[in-house]
Nanobody
Framework: QVQLVESGGGLVQAGGSLRLSCAAS????????MAWYRQAPGKQREVVAV???????NYADSVKGRFTISRDNAKNTVYLQLNSLKPEDTAVYYC?????????WGQGTQVTVSS
């Protein structure tokens, strides 16, 4: 059973940057598409960025031009570079397949952006 462990979150001022990592305990190569999701307090979880096994990417309009998703299949890791952060980016960030599977939700990593 593959487990996904997110890390890299923290407290940052508006305009700052963070790099999130999602490490898989097993090979993620067989997953055709991976994604980062986020859930803010009182809101539903939403997809932020998606990457296919071939490296094609897609982003939510709210983060386009500021966030970059990437993957390293040799390291079984998916990354999310967060730049020009805004207070509204504050949320717990998760990675999972796309579409997601219940069994692969991890504990997430908290990103807090202060104004």
């Amino acid at each position: 059973q593959v487990q996904l462990v997110e890390s890299g979150g923290g407290l940052v001022q508006a305009g700052g940057s963070l790099r999130l990592s999602c490490a898989a305990s097993g090979s993620i190569f067989r997953f055709r598409t991976m994604a980062w999701y986020r859930q803010a307090p009182g809101k539903q979880r939403e997809v932020v960025a998606v990457i296919t096994s071939g490296g094609r990417t897609n982003y939510a309009d709210s983060v386009k031009g500021r966030f970059t998703i990437s993957r390293d299949n040799a390291k079984n890791t998916v990354y999310l570079q967060l730049n020009s952060l805004k207070p509204e980016d504050t949320a717990v960030y998760y990675c999972n397949k796309n579409p997601p599977e219940l069994a692969y939700w991890g504990q997430g990593t908290q990103v807090t952006v202060s104004s």
